[in-house]
């Protein structure tokens, strides 16, 4: 893993530990487990069909959805 870097390590478990939270945090929207679920099998589908720009665009999708889901739960930043 990280190719031994202990450097890069610590980065990529300090990330994978903020995606967990923020996952866990966008799960929490009620309508988010059953989009998310819907998205997952359109992926599977265009992969199983062996339609590559299908499933990477539909990939894209779910990334930008569960972004924008969680955008919309957390507090708003504060400026100063």
Known sequence: LAGG????SSTLSALHRKIG?????S???PG???????EHREIFDAIERKDASAADCL???????ALNNLLRL????KTS
């Open 5 to 8: 870097s202990r450097m890069l």
């Open 21 to 25: 939270a923020y996952r866990a945090l």
């Open 27 to 29: 799960l929490t929207d």
């Open 32 to 38: 988010r487990v059953p989009d998310s679920v819907r």
């Open 59 to 65: 990939a894209a999708r779910h990334v930008e959805s």
């Open 74 to 77: 957390l507090p708003p930043r």
